[in-house]
C-alpha cells in the first residue's frame, strides 16, 4: 500500500476522481475559450458532451467499459428511465397540486406554451444528463468507492448545492428552502443511482421533473424562468410556500415531496437491479 496505490497495487479512488477532473478541464477550457472568441456561450448540449468524453476517457485509462458508469444501455435501462420520468412529474405534481387546492397558485392556459414547451424539452434534456454525469457520473462513483456512500452523497451534495446558490431567486426564505430542497435532491438522484447502479433512473426523474416544472407549470426551474404549457399566478407574499420565482425546488411542499420520494426509494425492494 501507498500514497497512490491501494491494497490491489491499483491506482486509488482519489488520485481517479483527480484524473477525471484534471482530464475535463483539458477538453472544457479550450472548448470556453473559442466560444468566447466567437463571441457565444457553450451550450449545456455540449457541456454533457464534453463531460461524457471525459468520463470515456478515463474508463478507458482504468480499462473498464463506459457502461460501469452510465449502467448497460438495454431494455431494463429504457424501462428504468421511463420510472424515473414518471417519478420526476409526480415530484413536481404533487407539490402543484396541494398549491393549487390551497389556492396559493392558479394557472390557466397559455397561448404561447406549445411552442415553449417544445423549444425547452431538448435543453431540459442536455442539462439533465450533463448534470447526472457530473454529479453521478464517474466523479460521484469514484468518491463511494473510495470513501464510502455517506461520505461521497454529503460531499457530491455540497458540490450540487453550490453550483446553484447564484441561482435567480435565491433570496430570503426561499433560499432556506431551496438549499435544503437542492441538496436532498442530490441525495436522491445518488440513491437512484445507487438503487439500480445505473445513470438510467436519475437522469428520468431530474428530466421529468424540470420538464414538468418549467415545460407543464410553466414555474421557475431552479431559479431560470420558463415558459411553460400552463401560466401561473402565485399568491403574493408567500415565497417561503411557493418558491416564488426559484420554482417549487423553494417551496415547502416541494421540500416535503423529494423526502417522500427519497423514503420510498430507500424502502422499494424491487427497484435495486439483479445481479
Known sequence: MSVRLNAHGKLRNGWWAAIFMAVL????????LASQHFGREL???EQAVIILAATWICQRLRRMPLSEVLGRLNGVWARQLALGCGLGAALMLAPALVLALGGWISWRPNPAGLDAFTASLAVMAAVAVAEELMFRGFLFQRFVAGL???PAQILIG?????THLDNDGMQGAAKVWAGINIFLASILFGLAYLRTQSLALPIGIHFM???TQGG??????SGASEQGLLAPHLASGLTWLTGGSFGLEASLPGLVAVIVLLVILVRWRGLATPD
Do not use: D, E, Q, R
Open 148 to 150: 464510502g456512500v455517506w
Open 209 to 211: 421533473a424540470n420538464v
Open 158 to 162: 455540497g458540490l450540487f448545492l453550490l
Open 43 to 45: 451550450s449545456i448540449a
Open 216 to 221: 407543464i407549470l410553466g414555474l421557475g426551474v
Open 25 to 32: 478541464t483539458m477538453l472544457l477550457l479550450p472548448c470556453l
